[in-house]
């Protein structure tokens, strides 16, 4: 086993990602409709499926017992209802068990066995996984050659998911990720469920956009964006999918970002030039603009948007990969702040637990906001965050 493992180790071709908790599984696939029917054929109690990577995988036609390897596979599982046929999760899950909506809905699943380290390129342990003996390994974050090996070496099948080629959704109703979820729903016997959870996302999205369909948009800018650890003020996006989806003017958007997942750091002397009119903090990185604060205080008190209480915290959800339930509820909270009138009639906190219902089936937002902040204006001066139902001036 010794052996076996230490192949593994040089036989890992993984491509990391360049922050914590995104995935850049190499798909290459082309977009297709959500439509999607998972690739399978029948014999004697199996089905072969084609999976994310091309891979050709037979799997048991009843599968009762599964783990997930790799950044966003658990999460996959929990939006399918399927936690009943969970049998082992990784380290990572049981060490960073906040700010995970799945987690934190779901805590009966830090009480299985531990299966692997976790973390993009991490191996899960051999001998562990034979002995708990699932029946499919559920994968996010892998190269086809070390799937290819862990199968055979195990015996047990490998079946690669993915949540999208660009490593964070653009925008929510990413084709690559909703393949996932039928893929995953079809061997699992969540088929019904999986279409139920692309057809609500897809809702939320269009309802999104049509709030703020035709309205001439102020300069916003997110920062505290988390990208291989945590990071400060300057740390943000060229397209910050809540601010896409809202048809907002970002003013990190004239910029070029040099990774797939538009991750950049701009100077702080860009954002005096620029002076956005509000600018929302990713909570990730909350602690690191206080106390950058707190030895900078004329920088921040010389931006537009924190002289005249326009800063304001989200939740991070860029996780251990996108959690999609967050970036949603953190849209309907931005579109709150900035168009007050249009959405006048939806309360965020109400709208997220709403949103984590169905995602996750428990609110969870008041335990998020408790770890992280959640919504609300912020005072750098003394750190405190106000939840309120924002209005313009």
């Not at 309802?207 to 916003?220: A, C, D, H, M, T």
């Amino acid at each position: 086993m010794r052996k076996v493992l230490a192949l593994f180790t040089i036989l890992l071709v993984v491509p990391i990602a360049g922050c914590i908790g995104t995935s850049t599984s190499t798909v290459t696939s082309s977009s297709t409709s959500s439509s999607f029917s998972p690739t399978t054929s029948s014999s004697a109690g199996y089905i072969r499926i084609t999976d994310m990577l091309g891979r050709t995988v037979k799997v048991p036609a009843n599968v009762s017992r599964v783990v997930a390897v790799g950044p966003g596979a658990l999460r996959i599982l929990v939006y399918l209802n399927a936690t009943d046929k969970v049998i082992g999760i990784e380290e990572r899950e049981k060490r960073y068990p906040y700010g995970r909506p799945y987690i934190l809905a779901r805590p009966e699943l830090l009480k299985l066995p531990v299966i692997g380290p976790g973390g993009p390129g991490k191996l899960p342990d051999m001998e562990t996984l034979v002995k708990v003996h699932p029946q499919v390994i559920f994968w996010v974050f892998v190269g086809k050659e070390t799937a290819d090996e862990v199968q055979k070496k195990t015996g047990i099948p490998v079946v690669v998911l993915s949540y999208g080629s660009y490593g964070t959704l653009e925008n929510f109703t990413d084709e690559t990720f909703f393949k996932s979820l039928l893929l995953a729903g079809k061997i699992l016997g969540r088929e019904k469920r999986a279409k139920e959870i692309i057809n609500f996302i897809k809702e939320q999205q269009s309802y999104l956009e049509n709030l703020s369909k035709g309205l001439k948009s102020p300069k916003v800018y997110l920062g505290g964006m988390k990208c291989q650890g945590v990071h400060g003020i300057t740390s943000t996006s060229v397209y910050y999918t809540p601010f896409t989806v809202l048809g907002l003017d970002n003013i990190a958007s004239k910029l070029t970002s040099t990774k797939r997942h538009g991750w950049i750091q701009v100077d702080k002397e860009f954002l005096l030039k620029e002076n956005p009119d509000y600018i929302f903090i990713d909570e990730g990185g909350l602690k690191i603009i206080l106390d950058d604060y707190k030895s900078n205080p004329s920088f921040y008190n010389s931006l537009k948007a924190v002289k005249e209480g326009y800063l304001y915290g989200v939740l991070p959800y860029n996780f251990y990969n996108t959690n999609i339930g967050t970036a949603i509820a953190d849209t309907y909270y931005i579109g709150k702040v900035i168009y007050p009138e249009r959405f006048k009639n939806i309360d965020p906190v109400e709208k997220a637990d709403e949103i984590f219902t169905f995602l996750v089936g428990k609110p969870v937002y008041g335990e998020l906001a408790k770890e992280l902040g959640g919504f609300g204006r912020i005072d750098l001066s003394n750190g405190n965050i106000t939840y309120g139902l924002p209005t313009n001036p």
